[in-house]
């Protein structure tokens, strides 16, 4: 399954980016987003490590240039999502590729699968939440929001310090 989506996901991601552009009447950069597309899926198939990241970083460049140009978030959010999720696949399946012919695939990817789609529904969720509620915050309270961030921030750290130890 995940042989099928890392090359689905990239597509599909590409596809709505390019959609986006398109309707807004950038052709140009549309197609060039096309062309961008077929050469991820070319890296992916010729299993280039490079690819997946420089991707997902130029997946995500082009999803907040067309947040900033205000183009519809329908096409954007989706696309960057699926940037997101063609890259995690990507290096789960290298991953993959390196397992035991006795370790359980099957149920790795089945496990990781659920884990990473649930993540992104969750994420796709809150996203959209923010979109459509627009709350009008006060400087203090901006204020306590990033304490309790950097605070969680330190906090995750502090736990995978621990593990690593």
Do not use: N
Request: charged letters at 10%.
């Amino acid at each position: 399954m995940t042989r099928l989506l890392r090359f689905l996901f990239p597509v599909l991601s590409v596809g709505l980016l390019a959609s986006a552009y398109f309707l807004a009447g950038l052709r140009w950069p549309a197609m060039g987003l096309l062309i961008f597309g077929g050469l991820w899926m070319i890296g992916l198939a010729l299993h280039w490590p490079c690819v997946p990241p420089v991707a997902l970083f130029a997946a995500f460049g082009a999803a907040a240039l067309g947040f900033i140009m205000d183009f519809s978030p329908i096409f954007l959010l989706p696309a960057a999502i699926l940037g997101l999720l063609a890259w995690d696949l990507a290096g789960f399946h290298a991953l993959l590729c390196l397992a035991s012919p006795d370790d359980d695939t099957s149920g790795l990817e089945r496990r990781h699968l659920g884990r990473v789609f649930a993540i992104a529904l969750l994420g796709a969720g809150l996203a959209a939440l923010a979109l459509t509620i627009h709350l009008k915050l006060y400087f203090e309270w901006m204020i306590l929001l990033v304490f309790f961030t950097v605070w969680g921030i330190g906090q995750v750290l502090g736990r995978l310090l621990k593990k690593q130890a």
